[in-house]
């Protein structure tokens, strides 16, 4: 007796940006084009709040301080896993094969990376912020550091390819 094949885990760098909607949006219709279902992980790396630092002239300590900016963050990721899962669902992607995962840390390229890594995903899906050969030289990129450091594939959606 066989068992059921395991869906194929994708991992979408996903920031709320035009770019990785428009990835999203390229997954959405290679699974549907395709019939074929795959598991699809979200992923969210974000920039914990900085530390609070010198003298305050709050009426809070700055462990309070840094405890609100703390759940305004939480509250801002619900929000974004929020619209994101309803446009998932808008595009047609069933509820049961996407997952949303966020993650605090100071570098999104390495956590996306390590996150692939642990999922043992397929691929790497991510949008492209269209910068210039300079702008990527000084400046790097989130793609640039996952082409070059992920062992799988890594697919880059140009921002041509926008939700219709």
């Known amino acids: 007796m066989t068992s059921p094949q395991q869906p194929t885990v994708f991992l979408l760098a996903y920031d709320n940006s035009e770019n990785s909607q428009?990835?999203?949006?390229?997954?959405?219709?290679?699974?549907a084009e395709r019939d074929i279902r795959h598991q699809l992980v979200i992923f969210y790396s974000v920039e914990a709040?900085?530390?609070p630092r010198g003298n305050?002239?709050?009426k809070m300590s700055k462990t309070e301080l840094y405890t609100q900016l703390m759940q305004e963050?939480?509250?801002q990721i619900d929000r974004l896993r929020k619209r994101c899962l309803a446009l998932c669902q808008q595009l047609g992607l069933p509820a049961d094969s996407v997952k949303f995962i966020?993650?605090?840390?100071?570098?999104p390229g390495k956590a996306i990376v390590a996150m692939a890594t642990e999922l043992d995903a397929a691929?790497?899906?991510m949008g492209t912020r269209g910068l210039k050969r300079l702008q990527r030289?000084?400046?790097?990129?989130?793609?640039?550091?996952?082409?070059?450091?992920a062992h799988r594939p890594?697919?880059?959606v140009p921002l041509t390819d926008r939700i219709g």
């Open 137 to 149: 030289t000084m400046l790097g990129s989130v793609s640039d550091y996952a082409v070059h450091h």
């Open 102 to 107: 966020d993650k605090y840390g100071a570098e």
């Open 49 to 51: 709040p900085p530390l």
């Open 73 to 75: 963050s939480s509250a």
């Open 56 to 58: 305050t002239t709050l």
């Open 154 to 156: 890594v697919i880059v």
């Open 123 to 125: 691929a790497i899906l």
């Open 22 to 31: 428009a990835a999203l949006s390229w997954f959405a219709r290679l699974n």
